[in-house]
C-alpha cells in the first residue's frame, strides 16, 4: 500500500456505531449462516444413518470401512492448527512478523496435513477390498450412507482448503513488506473463519464417525 | 453529479501505484462503464429495479400462456409440459427475480438514506450482488433454449420429478439449469444480507438509535436474517440434488434408499421463511407511507417492530403446513397447525396498527396511499384464507387446489406486489427528481384492483369445488368454464395495470415536462426526505446527527431540541470509495464456472461418458483471479467538498 492511500484509508476507517469493525460483523453474520449450511449437512445425514441402515437386507456395519486411528490422528492435527491460528494472531496484533509468518505456515501445514488425510481416507474408502463405499454404493449395492458422508465430509474438507489459501494468501503478503498491524484485523478475521471451521469438525467427527461406534 | 461546485483533492485515485490489470475508473466515469463499475448503492438499487421489473414482464407472459390455456375446458395453447413448464417459470422467476429483487432495490437505494450513511458497509461487494442476481435471472431463462426445454418440476422442485429417470425428455436439462440459477441467486441473496446487516447495526449516524429506525430499515434488517438463516437449507438441498443428477449420489432417490419426503422438508425449512423474506419488506414500506399520508406518527412503533420480529421467528417453525397431507403423523401435524395459527397473531397486530395510525388522520389519498390500502385489504384476505388453511382436516381440501393458489396470489400479488408499487409510488421522486402523474397512478391502481380481484377472487370458488392446480386442463361438465373465463380476463387486466405502472415509472427518469419532486413532496417523516432529489452521490454532506425519530418530520414541526444536527465539516471533506471492475470480472466468472458444470458432461461416440471440466475450470480461474485483484485493489477513493446546501 502506497504511503499516501494508507495515510488517507488510516483517516477514514469508520468509525461504527458498535465499535465492532465492520469486516468482523460481516464474518460472523457469515458464521452464522455456515451453521445453518452445516446443521443442514449434519441433519441430512442423521436422518437417513437411522432410516436406511441396511445393505442387502444386513445391518450396515460402517466400521469395517471406517479407519478411526487415522481419523482420529487427523483431527488432533486439525485442532493441534487452532493453536498455531491463535499465536498468528497474537502475533500481528504484537507486530512481530517474523514469528506470524512462522504460525501462519504451521496453521497451513496442520491443514493440509488434516486435507492430505482426508483424500487418502476417500480413496481408501471407494477402493476398500469388499466393502467399496461409493456415493451412491456400499459393498455395491445402493446405499445412502456414502452420499451423506461424502458431501457432508466433503463440504467441510472445502472449508479446510478455503481456509489454507487463505492463510496463503497472507502468507505471500507477509513476504511482499507491505504487512503491518494495520491487517492485524483481517488476519484476526482469518483466524474467526478457521476456529469455526475447527468447531464444525468437532461436532462431524463425534457424530459421524464416533456415534458408529458407540451406538 | 454537481462537480462544477466540488473541488477535489488529487485528481483521479490515489492509488496509481497499484497492481492493476485495466485501469480503475476514476471519479468522474460515466455513460456504460459508469453502470457497469458502479459501487454506489442508489445506482445499484436503481438497475436491481430494472431488471426486476423486466422480469416481472417475463414472468407475466407466462402468466398470461397459463391463463390462456385455461379459458375452455381442453384448450390446446399449451401441450401438458409447456404448461408444466410456464408454471414452473412463472413461479420461479416471479419469486426468485422479480419480488425479491425488488425489495433488494429498495433495501439498497432507501435503508442507507434513512440511517444516514453515505453508502452500504462493503460498497463493491454489494455490486457483486447486483451481478450475481443478474447472472442467476440469465442462467433460468438460458434453459429454454437446451435439451428439454425449461424444467417442468414447479417452483418447489420436488423429488422425484427432478430424478433423471423420470425426464420427460432424454437428458433434459431444464432442472439443472434451474438448480445452477438458484444457486447463484442464493450467493446473490446471501451477500447482500450480510451486507445490510454490516449497515444496519454499525453504520447507523450518530443519535440513530435501534429504537430510532425506520420501521423499512428494520424490515430490511429481520429479512436480512431470515435469508442468511433460510437460504442455507436450500442450497445444500440443491447441492445434494445436484450431485444425485450429476454424480449419482441417492438423496432424493426413492429406489435406491433416498427419501423425496426429505426434499420437502428441506425445500420448505426455506421456503416458509422465504414466504415472509417476501412479505415482510412490503409490510416495511406499508409502514412508512401510511404515517405520512394519515399525517400522524405510527401507531405502536414498537409493537410493529416487536411483531416483525416474531414474526421472522416463528417463520422457521412452521413450514410443514405444507405438508399436511403427506403422513407426518398426528403429534408432528397437529404441532404446525398450532404454531401456524400463532402465526397470524403478530400479524394480524400489524394490521391494527396500521389502522390505528389512519384513526383520526388526516387521510390523503394519494396513489401510494391507494396501494398501501389496497395492500391492507388485500393482504387480509390471503391472511385469512391462510388461518383457514392451517386447520388440518380443512387443508386437506385445499390441498393443491385453487384455493391454494388464491391464497398465495392474495398474500403475493394483493400484498407483496402492491406494496412495492406503493414503494415505486412513493419513492421514485426521490430517485428521479420528478414527481408522477397523479391521474395515471391512479388509473394503475385501479386496472390493478380491480383485474387482480377479478382473476384471483374466482380461483377460491373454483378451488372448492374442486380444480386442481398445476393441471393443464380440465374436462367439460365441471362447471369450471365461467369462472376460469373471468380470471383470464381478469388476468389481461392486471397485466395492463403493471405495464402502464412500468412505463410510468421507466418514462419519471426521462420525461423533462413532469415536475420536479423538491426535497419532501410528500411532507414524509423520515430522513431520506431531508436531502435534494435526485439524492447526490454522497448522500449527506455532513453527517446527520439524530435527535429523534421521523426526524425530517421533527425538523419542520418539532420542538427545538428536536431538530437534528449536523457533524462539523472535515476539511479532508468526503471519502468516496472507487468503482471497479472485480466485482464484474468475478460474477462474469461464476457464470463461467455454470455454464461449464451444466455442459461438462458429453457422450462420446462409443456411448460412454466423459466429463469435460475445462470451462468449469477456466470460469473459477476467472472467478478467484477477480477476487485476489479485487482484494489487492483495496477499496481506493477520492475526496469530494460539497458545500453544506448541497444536499
Ligand atoms: C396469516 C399468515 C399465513 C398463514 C397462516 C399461511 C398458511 C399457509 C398454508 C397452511 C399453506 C399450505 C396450503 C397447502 O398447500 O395446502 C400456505 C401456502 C402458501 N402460502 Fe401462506 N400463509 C400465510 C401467509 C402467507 C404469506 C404472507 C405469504 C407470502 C407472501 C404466503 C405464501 C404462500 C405460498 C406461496 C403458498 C403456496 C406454496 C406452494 O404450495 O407452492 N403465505 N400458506
Ligand atoms: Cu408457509
Redesign the pocket.
Known amino acids: 500500500m502506497s504511503d499516501a492511500s494508507a495515510h488517507a484509508l488510516e483517516h477514514h476507517e469508520p468509525v461504527t456505531s458498535t465499535g465492532i469493525p465492520n469486516k468482523k460483523v460481516l464474518m460472523w453474520a457469515f458464521l452464522g449462516s455456515d451453521c445453518m449450511f452445516f446443521g443442514t449437512l449434519i441433519s441430512t445425514h442423521l436422518i437417513y444413518r437411522k432410516i436406511s441402515a441396511t445393505v442387502g437386507g444386513n445391518f450396515l456395519d460402517i466400521r469395517d470401512v471406517f479407519d478411526i486411528e487415522l481419523t482420529s490422528f487427523s483431527t488432533f492435527i486439525l485442532l493441534a492448527s487452532s493453536l498455531f491460528m491463535a499465536l498468528a494472531v497474537s502475533a500481528i496484533h504484537k507486530g512481530n512478523l517474523k514469528s506470524t509468518r512462522w504460525m501462519l505456515l504451521g496453521t497451513i501445514v496442520f491443514g493440509a496435513i488434516f486435507l492430505a488425510c482426508q483424500v487418502y481416507e476417500f480413496t481408501h474408502f471407494v477402493h476398500a477390498p469388499g466393502n467399496e463405499l461409493t456415493l451412491s454404493t456400499y459393498r455395491g449395492e445402493p446405499h445412502v450412507f456414502g452420499s451423506t458422508f461424502y458431501v457432508l465430509t466433503g463440504t467441510h474438507g472445502t472449508h479446510v482448503a478455503i481456509g489454507v489459501f487463505w492463510l496463503l494468501g497472507w502468507l505471500a503478503y507477509s513476504f511482499t513488506g507491505k504487512m503491518s498491524t494495520a491487517h492485524a484485523l483481517d488476519v484476526e478475521i482469518c483466524g474467526l473463519y478457521w476456529h469455526f471451521v475447527d468447531i464444525v469438525w468437532i461436532i462431524i467427527f463425534p457424530v459421524v464417525y464416533l456415534m458408529e461406534y458407540a451406538l | 453529479m454537481a462537480t462544477e461546485s466540488i473541488k477535489y483533492l488529487s485528481p483521479d485515485t490515489e492509488n496509481k501505484a497499484k497492481t492493476q490489470v485495466f485501469p480503475r475508473p476514476g471519479q468522474h466515469t460515466t455513460g456504460l462503464i459508469d453502470w457497469l463499475t458502479t459501487i454506489d448503492h442508489k445506482k445499484i438499487g436503481l438497475m436491481y429495479g430494472l431488471t426486476a421489473l423486466f422480469f416481472l414482464i417475463v414472468g407475466g407472459i407466462e402468466a398470461l400462456l397459463i391463463r390462456s390455456q385455461l379459458w375452455d375446458h381442453n384448450m390446446t395453447v399449451l401441450t401438458n409440459r409447456e404448461y408444466n413448464q410456464m408454471f414452473t417459470m412463472h413461479?420461479t422467476t416471479m419469486?426468485f427475480l422479480v419480488?425479491m429483487p425488488l425489495s433488494a432495490a429498495f433495501f439498497n437505494f432507501v435503508m442507507p438514506l434513512q440511517i444516514g450513511a453515505r453508502d452500504v458497509a462493503f460498497p463493491r461487494m454489494n455490486t457483486l450482488s447486483l451481478w450475481c442476481f443478474i447472472v442467476g435471472g440469465l442462467v433460468l431463462n438460458l434453459s429454454w433454449f437446451f435439451t428439454g426445454g425449461s424444467p417442468a418440476i414447479?417452483?418447489?422442485g420436488y423429488a422425484p420429478l427432478t430424478d433423471t429417470r423420470f425426464a420427460e425428455v432424454i437428458g433434459d436439462m431444464g432442472p439443472d439449469f434451474w438448480i445452477f440459477s438458484l444457486q447463484i441467486l442464493g450467493v446473490a441473496s446471501l451477500l447482500a444480507s450480510f451486507n445490510f446487516i454490516t449497515t444496519i447495526i454499525n453504520m447507523r449516524a450518530p443519535g440513530m438509535t435501534m429504537m430510532r429506525l425506520p420501521v423499512f430499515t428494520w424490515m430490511t434488517l429481520i429479512v436480512s436474517f431470515l435469508i442468511i438463516l433460510a437460504f442455507p437449507a436450500i442450497t445444500i438441498a440443491l447441492v445434494e440434488l445436484m450431485f444425485d443428477r450429476t454424480y449419482g449420489t441417492n438423496f432424493f432417490d426413492f429406489l435406491e434408499g433416498g427419501k423425496p419426503h426429505l426434499w420437502q422438508h428441506l425445500f420448505w425449512i426455506f421456503?416458509?421463511p422465504?414466504?415472509?423474506i417476501?412479505?415482510l419488506p412490503?409490510m416495511g414500506i406499508v409502514s412508512e407511507v401510511i404515517p405520512v399520508f394519515s399525517r400522524k406518527p405510527l401507531f405502536g412503533y414498537g409493537l410493529i417492530v416487536f411483531s416483525g420480529a416474531i414474526i421472522g421467528f416463528m417463520g422457521f417453525a412452521?413450514w410443514s403446513?405444507?405438508m399436511?397431507?403427506t403422513g407426518m403423523g398426528v403429534v408432528a401435524t397437529s404441532a404446525f397447525a398450532m404454531l401456524?395459527?400463532l402465526?397470524?397473531i403478530p400479524?394480524?397486530v400489524k394490521i391494527f396498527n396500521w389502522i390505528g395510525t389512519m384513526w383520526g388522520g388526516r387521510i390523503r389519498f394519494d396513489t401510494p396511499m391507494l396501494f398501501a390500502l389496497g395492500f391492507i385489504t388485500m393482504?387480509m384476505i390471503?391472511?385469512?384464507?391462510?388461518?383457514?388453511?392451517?386447520s388440518v382436516p380443512i387443508?386437506?381440501q385445499?390441498?393443491?387446489?385453487y384455493?391454494?393458489?388464491a391464497?398465495?396470489h392474495y398474500?403475493?400479488i394483493g400484498?407483496?406486489l402492491f406494496g412495492l408499487y406503493c414503494g415505486f409510488y412513493f419513492w421514485l421522486p426521490k430517485m428521479s427528481g420528478r414527481l408522477m402523474n397523479e391521474k395515471l397512478g391512479k388509473f394503475v391502481f385501479t386496472l390493478m384492483f380491480i383485474g387482480f380481484n377479478l382473476t384471483f377472487f374466482p380461483m377460491h370458488y373454483l378451488g372448492m369445488i374442486g380444480q386442481p392446480?398445476r393441471t393443464h386442463t380440465y374436462n367439460e361438465g365441471h362447471g369450471f368454464e365461467m369462472w376460469n373465463q373471468a380470471a383470464t380476463i381478469g388476468a389481461f387486466i392486471l397485466g395492463v395495470g403493471i405495464v402502464i405502472g412500468i412505463y410510468q415509472f421507466v418514462n419519471s427518469f426521462f420525461n423533462k415536462k413532469l415536475k420536479p419532486a423538491g426535497k419532501n413532496p410528500w411532507d414524509a417523516r423520515t430522513l431520506e426526505w431531508t436531502l435534494s432529489s435526485p439524492v447526490k452521490e454522497y448522500n449527506f454532506s455532513r453527517t446527520p446527527i439524530i435527535k429523534a425519530r421521523d426526524q425530517a418530520w421533527e425538523n419542520n414541526y418539532g420542538s427545538k431540541e428536536n431538530h437534528s444536527e449536523k457533524e462539523p465539516l472535515d476539511d479532508h471533506g468526503v471519502h468516496m470509495p472507487d468503482r471497479s471492475w472485480w466485482p464484474l470480472v468475478t460474477a462474469l466468472g461464476l457464470f463461467g464456472l455454470c455454464l461449464g458444470m451444466l455442459f461438462h458432461r458429453n457422450i462420446d461416440p462409443s456411448g460412454e461418458l466423459v466429463r469435460n471440466y475445462t470451462v468449469a475450470i477456466a470460469g473459477g480461474a476467472v472467478m478467484v483471479f477477480g477476487i485476489i485483484m479485487w482484494a489487492l485493489e483495496g477499496p481506493g477513493g477520492y475526496h469530494l467538498f460539497p458545500k453544506e446546501e448541497e444536499e
Not at chain 2, 385445499?398 to 387446489?401: A, G, I
Open positions: 413461479g419469486v419480488i414447479g417452483w418447489f421456503g416458509h422465504e414466504v415472509y417476501l412479505i412490503a412452521v403446513h405444507h399436511f397431507t401456524t395459527m402465526i397470524a400479524t394480524g393482504f390471503g391472511g385469512f384464507t391462510g388461518i383457514m388453511h392451517s387443508d386437506a385445499h390441498q393443491d387446489s384455493f391454494v393458489v391464497h398465495f398474500v403475493l400484498g407483496a392446480r
